[in-house]
C-alpha cells in the first residue's frame, strides 16, 4: 500500500465506522488531526471528546473488507475519494452546517469548485416543466454555470440534460446512494454522460442502497454546492422545497418559475415566491440576480413566464420528502387518446401545433379529440389557438 492510500485508508476507517456518525467524526478530527493522529490517541482522550462508547467503538477492529473494497473503486480511472484535508475538497461545502467527511466523487473533482446553480424540482414533472428546466440549464450552461442536480426523474434529469445538450455545458448530479450505484435505473445512460462531462457525487459509503431518508439529507449537498436554487415545479411539502430553505440558511439565493393556478405541482414555486424567492421569466434574471454575465445570443431563447419584482429569498419549512404526485382527474368514459392529450395538455395553455408535437397525434385527430372535450367541459379554447385544460 503506498503512503496515498494508507492515509485514505485511515480516512475509510474512521468514517466507515458504524456507530460513529460525521458530527463525531469532525469533533474527533478537530481535536486530534488526521484520522490516524485519532486511531493512535488513547481510550481517555477519545473519550473526552466523544464520550467512552464512541471510544470504545473506534478500538474495535476495521472492517478491512469495506476499506480494501473502496481503495480498489477509487484506484479505478475516473473514480476519487476526496478528504476534507484534500486542496480538491470543495470550499463551498466548508460553509455549511454539515459538511461530509467523505466525498466519493466520479469525474474530475475540480468541477465541484465552479460556479454553480442548482436546478431541481418535481419528478413528476409535466411536460412544460421538463421543457423548462432544460432550456433554463442549457442558457444557464453557456453562460459559464455548471448545473447541479440530483439524477431524480423528471426536472433534475431534463436539468442534467440540458447542461449537457451544450457543447461546454458541465452538470453535477448529487445522489443519495453509494456512488456505484445509479438510482433510478433507467438513468444509467445519463448518469455515464454525466461522469465523462461532469461529476457524480455521494457522501455516502459504496453500495449504500437508495434509502428515503438520504434524499432529503443530500438536498443540503445540492443547496451547498450551489450559488443559489432555481425549482422548476414542486408541490407543497416536496422535497425540492427542503433545498431551497437549505439555500436560503446558506445565504444562497433562491428562485422559482410560476406556473397555473390550476396545477398541484405550482403551488411549492408559488409558496416560495410569495415567501420571498425570486419569480424568473429567463435566464437572464437569474443570472443578473446572481451578478453573472449573460451572452445576449440566449436573452430570446427563453421560455415565457410572467414577471415580478424580486424580494429577498426567504423559504418555510418544509416537509421532508415529496407526497405522492396528484393524480389529475380523468373525464368518466375517456378515451386513451382523450386520456393522452390531457396528460400532454396539463395546465399551462398551448397551442395546436405543440400540443402535435408532444401528444404525437395528427393535427385532424387531435381537433376531434378537443372538440370533444371541450363540448364536454374538460378544456377551454382561448384566444390565438392555444387549448387550455379546466
Same mark, same amino acid.
Given at each position: ?12 476507517r474512521?468514517?466507515?465506522r ?5 458530527e ?27 464520550g ?60 465541484l ?35 447541479? &442536480?440530483?439524477? $431524480? @426523474?423528471g426536472?433534475? !434529469? +431534463?436539468?442534467?440534460? =440540458?447542461? *449537457? ?5 458541465? /452538470? ?17 445512460a ?7 462531462r ?27 454546492? &450551489?450559488?443559489? $436554487? @432555481?425549482?422548476?415545479? !414542486? +408541490?407543497?411539502?416536496? =422535497?425540492? *422545497?427542503?433545498?431551497?430553505?437549505l439555500? /436560503?440558511?446558506n ?77 389529475r ?18 395546465h ?6 405543440t ?8 393535427l ?27
Amino acid at each position: 500500500m503506498t503512503p496515498i492510500e494508507d492515509e485514505l485508508a485511515g480516512w475509510l476507517r474512521l468514517t466507515l465506522r458504524p456507530g460513529v456518525g460525521a458530527e463525531r467524526q469532525r469533533a474527533l478530527l478537530a481535536a486530534f488531526g488526521l484520522p490516524e493522529q485519532i486511531f493512535a490517541a488513547s481510550r481517555s482522550a477519545i473519550a473526552s471528546v466523544v464520550g467512552a462508547e464512541v471510544a470504545d467503538l473506534l478500538r474495535a477492529p476495521p472492517d478491512n473488507e469495506k476499506v480494501d473494497a473502496a481503495l480498489a473503486w477509487a484506484a479505478e480511472p475516473g473514480n476519487r475519494i476526496v478528504t476534507l484535508a484534500d486542496p480538491e475538497y470543495p470550499r463551498a461545502l466548508l460553509d455549511i452546517a454539515d459538511p461530509p467527511v467523505l466525498l466519493y466523487v466520479k469525474g474530475d473533482p475540480a468541477r465541484l469548485s465552479g460556479p454553480s446553480l442548482a436546478i431541481v424540482g418535481a419528478r413528476s414533472a409535466t411536460a412544460p416543466g421538463i421543457s423548462n428546466a432544460a432550456a433554463f440549464a442549457k442558457s444557464l450552461a453557456e453562460a459559464g454555470l455548471t448545473i447541479v &442536480s440530483g439524477l $431524480a @426523474l423528471g426536472i433534475d !434529469a +431534463a436539468a442534467h440534460r =440540458g447542461a *449537457l445538450a451544450h457543447p461546454d455545458g458541465i /452538470t453535477v448530479a448529487v445522489i443519495g446512494t453509494g456512488a456505484d450505484r445509479v438510482y433510478p435505473a433507467r438513468n444509467q445512460a445519463l448518469a455515464r454522460q454525466i461522469a465523462e462531462r461532469g461529476v457524480i457525487v455521494s457522501e455516502y459509503p459504496l453500495g449504500t442502497p437508495a434509502l428515503p431518508y438520504n434524499f432529503p439529507r443530500r438536498n443540503r449537498l445540492i443547496a451547498g454546492l &450551489s450559488r443559489g $436554487a @432555481l425549482v422548476v415545479e !414542486a +408541490a407543497v411539502g416536496s =422535497g425540492s *422545497l427542503i433545498t431551497a430553505r437549505l439555500a /436560503t440558511e446558506n445565504g444562497r439565493e433562491v428562485f422559482a418559475i410560476p406556473g397555473s393556478i390550476h396545477s398541484p405541482l405550482a403551488r411549492g414555486c408559488h409558496r416560495l415566491i410569495r415567501d420571498g424567492a425570486k419569480l424568473v421569466e429567463t435566464a437572464a434574471d437569474v443570472l443578473d440576480e446572481l451578478s453573472w454575465g449573460l451572452p445576449s445570443s440566449t436573452r430570446a431563447a427563453e421560455p415565457d413566464a410572467p414577471a415580478r419584482p424580486a424580494r429577498s429569498a426567504r423559504t418555510r419549512e418544509t416537509r421532508p420528502a415529496d407526497p405522492p404526485f396528484e393524480p389529475r382527474t380523468a373525464p368518466p368514459a375517456a378515451s386513451a387518446e382523450e386520456l393522452r392529450v390531457l396528460d400532454t395538455l396539463g395546465h399551462d395553455a398551448l397551442d395546436i401545433d405543440t400540443l402535435a408535437a408532444r401528444s404525437g397525434l395528427t393535427l385532424d385527430a387531435l381537433y376531434a379529440i378537443l372538440l370533444a372535450l371541450e363540448l364536454e367541459g374538460h378544456v377551454t379554447r382561448l384566444p390565438g389557438g392555444r387549448f387550455q385544460r379546466l
